[in-house]
């Protein structure tokens, strides 16, 4: 079983959808989750940061994390064409350990 | 804001050729990484750094070399390209926080014939 595991989608939602994006994973030493955002041709930019569980709001944005489930979620609001990119979900333990990234879903939000 | 910067957008070469990739940041950061991203694949790290002259093996070393000679420089050396090294290669920088929070450069694709 991979540490991290991400449906790689893709999927295509109509504008104004409520989009869900999910990563499940294997370490129950994870404690930093993180979903990043790339848009094609581009690299990685970081869009949402939680520490352990519980939720976190920005905007149109929701993060998600149930240490109990090992499962993350990353919920969009109102979805936009400009929402239309790879959502990678990444996680850590901390200190110095490394970022352990999903493989990324690949969103297209439809006008 | 952070900013790394990778000096080639898109680069075609030979097979058998050596070819550099070079990454800067301008945030200070202990931490670079290089990973490559392939299509189902995802994000793959294949050397990182912890501090000047320090590298460690990622998960894909094999046929790839690196060289720290500066903080602030981190480069990633194939020294003898092949074509299953065609990918997109991004480097990323970290400070030493608890968050492991990575900040990508924009990426170097590079297509080996």
């Known amino acids: 079983q991979k540490e991290v595991e991400q449906d790689p989608g893709p999927l295509s939602v109509p504008e104004g959808a409520i989009v869900s994006l999910n990563c499940t994973y294997s370490?129950?030493?994870?404690?930093?989750f993180m979903w990043y955002r790339q848009y094609s041709r581009k690299g990685p930019e970081l869009l949402m940061y939680?520490?352990?569980?519980g939720n976190k709001e920005d905007g149109r944005f929701t993060a998600q994390v149930d240490k109990s489930s090992k499962y993350i979620s990353l919920f969009i609001r109102d979805s936009q064409p400009s929402d239309s990119a790879t959502y990678l979900c990444?996680?850590?333990?901390?200190?110095?350990?490394?970022?352990?990234f999903g493989k990324g879903m690949k969103l297209t939000v439809n006008p | 804001d952070v900013k790394v910067t990778q000096s080639s957008r898109y680069l075609v070469k030979r097979t058998g050729e050596k070819v550099f990739l070079e990454c800067v940041q301008d945030?200070?950061?202990?931490?670079m990484f290089w990973y490559r991203q392939d299509p189902g694949l995802g994000l793959r790290l294949i050397y990182f750094?912890?501090?000047?002259?320090?590298?460690e093996k990622g998960d894909i070393p094999e046929g790839y070399s690196v060289s720290r000679e500066k903080k602030e420089r981190f480069s990633l050396i194939l020294e003898s390209a092949s074509t299953n090294q065609t990918s997109m290669y991004l480097c990323?920088?970290?400070?030493?926080?608890?968050?492991?929070?990575?900040?990508f450069g924009e990426g170097s694709r590079l297509t080996v014939l």
């Open positions: 990323a920088s970290s400070d030493s926080t608890n968050t492991g929070e990575l900040f």
């Open positions: 370490n129950s030493a994870f404690q930093y």
């Open positions: 939680t520490y352990s569980s």
């Open positions: 990444a996680m850590s333990e901390g200190g110095s350990e490394k970022l352990v």
């Open positions: 945030m200070d950061h202990e931490n």
């Open positions: 750094s912890y501090d000047v002259k320090m590298k």
